[in-house]
């Protein structure tokens, strides 16, 4: 895809805070989703499926963009699509299983590209798999609160209407302005590192903002 002179000044007017509003960075980021047949292809199954509180996020997401925006292929640098979801009523690894396999069956093109997790459970494993504790979330989007950079908190889920909702709790301007800006709401440096590294290997155009430490502890 293509990215015209015009788009490009598009993309510097959404990367600015002070040039457009988040409305209209929320209605782009839609519209460019619309047009993308492997996001869209995710959406519908799980809506079709209903998928309880189900959405997509992350790096499908904002690196599916800084693509459109880089004239990349579509697919360049995208190593999975997460979806998650939030069901309360099943906290145990089957009945996570059920739903992977679900969608799997659903996306065949797709296979294991598609990772699927309930993020009712996700406290339950992952203490031992990262070495620290993580609280109980509320809901699917609460987990968007907890990712290792601001960048990476944006969600998408598809209406009956076919209307895309956009979700993002630290605004889209970061995506548009293809900037990684660390969250630290978890203690990540790690993480962070290891994700703005393997990123700006794809993507040479993103801008880094360091993970500070005192501003961490603070």
């Known amino acids: 895809m293509l990215a ?13 805070i002070a040039a457009t509003t ?18 869209m292809d995710i959406l519908r199954c799980i809506r079709d499926l209903q998928i309880r509180d189900g959405w997509l996020v992350s790096g499908g997401i904002y690196q599916t963009i800084w693509n459109v925006i880089t004239d990349r292929p579509l ?6 699509y ?14 996570e ?18 990772e699927v997790r ?11 798999r990262f070495g620290r504790p993580y609280r109980p979330l509320d ?21 009956k209407d076919d209307q895309i909702c956009i979700h993002a709790p630290f605004g889209l301007a970061n995506i548009f302005a293809m900037r990684l800006v660390p969250n ?7 993480t962070y590192a290891e994700k703005a590294a393997r990123m700006k290997a794809l993507w040479p155009e993103l801008n880094v903002i360091p993970w500070d430490v005192s501003a961490a502890s603070g």
């Not at 409305?23 to 619309?34: G, P, W």
């Not at 697919?75 to 999975?80: A, E, P, Q, R, S």
């Not at 630290?184 to 790690?190: D, W």
């Open 75 to 80: 697919d360049h640098g995208i190593k999975d």
């Open 22 to 39: 988040e409305l209209e960075r929320v209605q782009a980021l839609a519209d460019i989703l619309q047009e993308i047949p492997r996001v």
């Open 184 to 190: 630290y709401s978890q203690p990540n440096p790690e």
């Open 97 to 114: 299983d059920a739903v992977i396999q679900q969608v799997q069956s659903a996306l065949p093109d797709l296979g294991e590209l598609v």
């Open 139 to 159: 809901c699917a989007m609460d987990s968007l609160t907890t990712y290792a950079a601001r960048t990476h908190a944006v969600a998408a889920q598809l209406g």
């Open 82 to 95: 997460d979806v998650i979801y939030f069901d309360g009523r099943d906290l145990s690894y089957e009945g």
């Open 4 to 16: 015209s002179e015009t788009c490009k000044r598009d993309f510097c007017l959404l990367a600015d």
């Open 118 to 128: 309930n993020q009712a459970r996700v406290h339950l494993w992952y203490e031992q």
